[in-house]
């Protein structure tokens, strides 16, 4: 842009007053810009025009090449951006109308280029847009039968049917529909099978299309955008991997006069048999149904030769998977005390009548052994009968399991309820990790742990509320837990000036930090202040240490009983203060 003062007829510096030596007046011209490129200052300008688009190529100052589509007398279109040099594109642009090759010059460089590059577009959809003439090259057109991005003249027959789109047509080339089926089972061969296929181009009369379901090549005939093809026989299926439920091939339409796959989408066989479970079988992509009775999925439910069999439809199924026998969702944790007497009780939906089956089971994988047991049917509720359930581990205290439902129908036949929510239930130690009436009695409330044990003795222990009748210590019931004991310290020592963050370690030191009235080292007081985020329930607490003559020093700590009495501290361990010395 070009200051104002500048138009007029005053020496200026670079050639300014030269440039405009033949302007006469002093009202301004004004026009509304065409296209506006921010960061951009135009260093030359040459047009050309192909199919009636004028098309704009501008130099800038910093090496760059715009392609421009002028549409109309107010709107221009950048479509491409092309990087020259370094150094701003003279305006020696020139253009071979014959070859539509440009010469393009800069400070250091002539270079020669197409006026297109209709090349680096590899399919329709990139070499035309997908907005009818607000994308795409002008130049390019997708040549559809070539399956190339090419300029008109470079396409066969160009001018035949749909042979050549143009930048702006509204639609590509493309299979829109594959009926009556986009899949088959791997089982079912030599089917028939339409293709619709919008802007399909004619053929020459001695030439024709053919489809290839991968390198199977079935002769395709043509009824207007329709092409009628032959699924593969048995041996022209791939076999599908084991673990997949199916196998995807290349479904494609080959011109014999181009000996070009010009299109193509994808085409599945699928084996609905790999589906062991109601809620996969028919939540499936594939047309497959499952035998409830049969305990299988296929794609011919038919052949469900079960009395009284039910059929959970998999396709166009709008219930799809929920229509399954299988367990709701879980409304609340179950917890199983190891050992301990429990039943499970389970909500269900879409059973079978109870007439149908004959028993119920249940099934806990603990520690990878099942323990199962029976269960009865009260409506859609199936109870677990009551079972002292138990896991080994001695340093976990809980264990997450998977509940497993299970139901035999009159024949025999052993069925499993689906469980799309995963139902768990944990089992639980109150006495692993809990080594203290403090870390016992804080333990989350639904386990149902309290200590049990003889006062102010540490001999008591963790149990389960209904197995412990006296001498009990709960979170609320203001009974005091045994005083704390300390057994370690750390660090081991420390500057006779204090600051040093010492932790103290024991049990029983109290429930929360609050409860931690003073720690001592010999007769000075450790500070508290600030260490709330290090303190661990029932275990330690750190403080700062103050100055002190050098020297070992006991340490001891009060907390507040949940009576409100305090509460000393026993156990032998000691801080040392140690002397620097420097030099």
């Known amino acids: 842009r070009v200051q104002s003062d500048n138009f007029l007829c005053n020496p200026v510096a670079n050639g300014i007053t030269q440039l405009y030596k033949y ?28 199919f009636n688009h004028t098309m704009a190529f501008i130099g800038t100052s910093k090496g760059n090449l715009f392609k421009v589509h002028v549409e109309n007398s107010t709107t221009a279109r950048l479509y491409e951006r092309v990087p020259l040099d370094t150094s701003p594109v003279l305006t020696d642009i020139k253009i071979n109308d014959t070859s539509r090759e440009m010469h393009v010059l800069t400070e250091q460089k002539l270079i020669k280029m197409r006026a297109e590059n209709c090349s680096q577009y590899t399919n329709c959809e990139a070499c035309i847009g997908t907005d009818a003439g607000n994308d795409g090259d002008p130049y390019c057109g997708w040549c559809t039968l070539e399956r190339k991005c090419s300029r008109y003249s470079d396409c066969d027959l160009p001018d035949v049917s749909t042979r050549w789109l143009a930048y702006n047509a509204a639609q590509c080339i493309n299979i829109t529909d594959v009926a009556p089926y986009d899949s088959l089972p791997i089982t079912v061969t030599e089917q028939q099978i339409k293709l619709s296929v919008q802007q399909l181009p004619y053929l020459a009369t001695d030439q024709s299309y053919e489809c290839y379901f991968g390198s199977y090549r079935s002769p395709a005939t043509k009824t207007g955008e329709m092409l009628n093809c ?61 035998c409830v009775f049969d305990n299988r999925c296929t794609h011919e439910s038919s052949t469900c030769t079960k009395a009284n069999e039910i059929i959970i439809i998999g396709k166009n199924n709008p219930e799809g998977p929920k229509s399954c026998p299988q367990l709701e969702a879980q409304s609340g944790e179950v917890l199983l005390p190891n050992g301990i007497q429990r039943s499970i009780t389970v909500r269900t939906e879409n059973l079978p009548n109870a007439t149908q089956i004959s028993s119920y089971g249940c099934s806990l994988d603990i520690e990878g052994v099942p323990q199962t047991v029976m269960a009865r049917r009260y409506g859609t509720d199936i109870t677990c009968e009551q079972k002292a359930y138990t896991y080994l581990s001695n340093t976990e205290p809980e264990l997450e399991v998977r509940l497993t439902v299970t139901w035999t129908d009159t024949s025999g036949a052993a069925h499993i309820l689906d469980d799309i929510h995963g139902f768990n239930a944990t089992l639980y130690k109150c006495e692993v990790q809990k080594p203290d009436c403090s870390r016992c009695v804080t333990a989350r409330p639904e ?39 300390l057994n370690e310290v750390f660090p081991l020592t420390g500057p006779i000036e204090g600051n040093t963050i ?11 930090f609050n409860d ?19 303190y661990v329930i029932g275990a330690s607490v750190s403080c700062r240490t103050r100055p002190e003559r050098e020297g070992n020093e006991s340490v001891s700590l009060t907390i ?18 140690t002397v620097s010395y420097s030099g």
């Open 23 to 50: 302007a006469k007046g002093i009202t301004p011209v004004s026009s509304t810009a065409l296209l506006e490129v921010p960061g951009s200052r135009m260093s030359s300008l040459i047009t050309s025009i192909e």
């Open 560 to 577: 507040k009983g949940a009576d409100g009495t305090l509460q000393n501290s026993s156990g032998t361990v000691n801080f040392h203060y």
């Open 230 to 290: 032959t699924s593969p026989p048995s041996d022209g299926i791939p076999s599908i991997q084991q673990r997949d439920d199916a196998v995807s091939v290349d479904l494609s339409v080959y011109s014999t006069e181009t000996m070009v796959h010009f299109i193509d989408t994808s085409f599945h066989f699928y084996n609905c048999s790999v589906f062991t479970s109601c809620v996969s079988c028919v939540g499936s992509r594939w047309a497959c149904d499952w």
């Open 516 to 534: 931690v009235v003073a720690v001592m080292v010999g007769n000075q007081s450790c500070d508290l202040d600030g260490f709330s985020s290090d």
């Open 502 to 512: 010492l932790a103290v370690m024991g049990t029983d030191i109290g429930r929360r």
């Open 447 to 485: 386990l149902g742990c309290l200590w049990c044990g003889a006062m102010p003795s540490v001999s008591g222990v963790c149990k389960l509320n209904e197995t412990c009748n006296e001498n009990v210590v709960t979170l609320y019931n203001g009974v005091n837990c045994p005083d704390p004991v």
